[in-house]
């Protein structure tokens, strides 16, 4: 079987694909295709393969290629040594993880000069050959002939078969399997506070006496753990069951010398045996344990972040409408911005209705008159600091509207990352004229009138939508976030004549130059009015537009289509379809009904199938359609503006901002997130929180818990009331929700404004060389 084969086979197998599908698929990526364009518009060539599918194959595709990479590297160097055999090649050509082939290439790899190879140097190589043949005589009686000037005695030549042999286990790729498989089930993560860091490491206090199964620790602890041992406030170690794992490591490692009787050279080598398991591979298989919790750490940590920032970015929009954005702030002042339907800024203030000027008048007759100017229809408020006053003061102000004045609605919008773009070069760009302090109230009125706009412009790690984000791989991080960017703005679609440079750089096909040349064609020549004219954009050619066209929607242009997610390349069966009906685009979507009886089988052609020409349909009943939910938003209740206003058996309206592995944070308009943890989400047992909540979902809950001095709020929305703060108290650990502090730790936005911060190595009582080797596992990306 070729390499390219057996690669669409294992990933056949992996996304539940035909090796057909994954083939053409490879192709597609292979020649520059995104993964939104193929996805949409070449269901034909993939079978119908989604971006979920096609994400996760374009994953294990560089997967597999970069261990076909490094199999023909090892076999070189072993070919090179002369030591390649047949048996060797198949065990090389059927590994199937980097870690098998690892394990396989570690006798041949080269190495530094070790204790085994001195003993070889001393002529000692034949010694443990000879106690395994001859069980019955003492060890120390078959040494006698090996001693010498670099071996004075018996004891030294036995030293030396011992190393000789701990080597030789330590790279048996099939004891190491068996061991690595066995610990997997079995081994047990234990920590303990390192003496004289019980203060200053509080925060940690869950974990200064903690034991639990490895197999089945959850990612929010094992980062918790792991960033308790970087910052040096625990003793860390993975391991079997004393009693019972111990010993059957020791046992597996024994098997592999077959100690069968009870001679002296049987009992010496079961000596060597628990020598090389605590000495050696029981400090290479933490090691590995380590590494490995991390990376499933990571990739949990990173999953719920992008499922997190998927949401946020689909977030309702509340549309394009004049808009007043405040970025809230005491001291300082409330910071206005006013703008048009189209995001335009039309005009900027600072209120000052707080302490110390507490010209509360001044700031409501400003309001009013920006109400009044400038017909505002929405009224966006940051839920930073002085969120519940402005929208008190924001409430007051309206009510003094006249009776037949339509009222704007004000709504609380999350500000994270705000701040972030406001000093960004991206920011300075856009507003070189206007004041960082007031690039807030712009940030937060656009994202009011569409989120997914204006969030691409923002660092998806400054959003606050992770848990222990600035501990995991960053750089898989990154690319993981990036795709859930492109997957979100491609389902969406973008006008192409208003859209921003940093929203157009996010479409399928365009880089971040592209964007900025279709921006300044914009600017020079004016609005597109058809999709063609993208072709007149410099350094934009065929390829580029194939790959964008279809992403891209003007409205009120001179081609209706292009106002929809059908390509260009499939106008032509588009407009056979509408001729059809005898009408235009214009009258279908007033009238879809006449779509009902088309049968799309008959518009099936050579470069058509049946998938594309149902999307075209799809696309004709309502042309670029917005794939979001309706707006909608929380009502936070009257009178209920600090954690102190709140009480047990409150029932409170809220919005999700952030979704753990552990539960759900609530904002209820106090300034600090309440948990809802994942046992009080439902009447029934929830797995996985995102099965029943996601960011910006709008949510009833009640109150079962105020810690105020810790800045706890325990929430449930439990239709039965759920568990009160007392029974939570009683449930056993493993069912108790985590402690707020705890939770606060492993999301990125509670405390508004203040995600998790790196620690870094404090040093103290890390366990030598061990502890090292634990610190270098964890800084392995």
Known sequence: MDRATRINRTIGQDIGATATQVAAAIKLLDEGATVPFIARYRKEATGGLDDAQLRLLADRLGYLRELDDRRDAILKSIREQDKLTDALARAIAAAETKTQLEDIYLPFKPKRRTKAMIARENGLEPLPDAIMADRTCDPETLAKPYLSEAVPDAKEALNGARDILTEELSETAELLGDLRNYLRNEAIVTAKVVSGQEESGAKF???????????????????????????????????????????????????????SGNGPGDRWLR???????????STTMMTELVAELRARAHEEAISVFARNLKDLLLAAPAGARPTLGLDPGIRTGVKAAVIDATGKVLATDTL?????????????????????THGIELIAIGNGTASRETEKLVAETLALLPADVKKPTKVIVSEAGASVYSA????????????????GAVSIARRLQDPLAELVKIEPKSIGVGQYQHDVDQRRLSKSLEAVVEDAVN???????????????????????????IVAHRDQAGAFETRKELLKVSRLGPRAFEQCAGFLRIRDGREPLDASAVHPEAYGVARRIIADCGRDLRSLQSDPAALRNVRAEAYVDDHFGLPTVRDILSELEKPGRDPRPSFKTASF????????????????????TNVAAFGAFIDIGVHQDGLVHVSQLADRFVKDPHEVV?????????????????KRIGLTMRKDGGASAKQERNLRSDQRPERRKEATRHAGTPPRGKGPTGGTPRGGDQPGALGSALLDAMKKR
């Open 205 to 259: 206090s869950d974990y200064f006496d903690h034991a639990e199964k490895w197999a089945t620790m959850p990612s929010h602890r094992a980062l918790a753990l792991l960033r308790a041992l970087k910052e040096g406030v625990i003793r860390f170690d993975i391991g079997p069951d004393k009693k019972v794992g111990e010993p059957r490591c020791e046992a597996m490692v024994a098997a592999r010398l077959n100690p």
């Open 271 to 281: 000596d060597v045996a628990s020598w090389a398991w605590r000495v050696k591979l």
């Open 352 to 372: 000052y209705p707080f302490q110390p000027r507490k010209d509360v008048t001044g700031a409501q007759a400003t309001i009013l008159r920006l109400i009044k």
């Open 424 to 439: 960004s070069e991206l920011a300075s760009k856009e507003f070189p004229d206007l004041d960082v302090s007031l690039r």
């Open 491 to 517: 389902a969406v679609g973008v006008d192409l004549n208003t859209a921003s440079a940093p929203l157009l750089a996010h479409v399928s096909g365009l880089t971040p130059a592209l964007a900025d040349a």
């Open 637 to 656: 209740a009257e009178g209920i503006e600090q954690i102190t206003d709140l009480r047990e058996g409150m029932r409170l309206e809220g919005t999700v």
């Open 694 to 710: 996601k960011a910006g979902d709008v949510v009833q809950v009640r109150v079962t818990e105020v810690d105020v001095a810790r």
